[in-house]
């Protein structure tokens, strides 16, 4: 048996008769290695630039994959979407932004690729669990929900 077999139970039913029997899968760590490389490739192209990200298709054209199978292949890897990815950093951003520097919101948010402060203003508020000016206001409240946006 292989070193990498993993065994699952399986049912089999046929004729009204229930069978377990145990299912032999066979890990490809290989393609789990090469799948997480191009997700990693994928990422730092999405991340690259917070005010202009690459559209999928031209992600998709970079790392070989169909929009469909890049899609698919980043959110099984990392647990979430390409565009949750993007509005997770561009909010992070944005928090260490207000945080460091006195620039108004309207150009902290163009930083982070937005053009409507409104937009910008509720992206940030259901990230942050606050809006751009609590979190500028109250720096305790505003580390407490840093974890929620920390860097990869």
Known sequence: MPQNAKFVQGLFVEGGFKLELPIVVIADDTQDARNRETVERASALLLRDLQHPPDLAEMSR???????????????????????????????????????????????????????????????????????????????????????VSPV
């Open 62 to 148: 970079d790392v070989g994959l169909t929009t469909f199978q890049l899609s698919r292949l980043f959110g099984r890897t990392m647990g979430k979407s390409m565009p949750a990815l993007l509005r997770e950093r561009r909010m992070h951003r944005a928090g260490e932004l207000l945080k460091a520097t006195n620039h108004n919101i309207g150009d902290v948010a163009f930083a982070v690729g937005y053009y409507s402060i409104s937009a910008f203003s509720r992206a940030f508020s259901r990230e942050m669990g606050m809006t751009p000016s609590e979190f500028r206001k109250n720096p305790a409240e505003s580390t407490s929900v840093a974890h929620v």
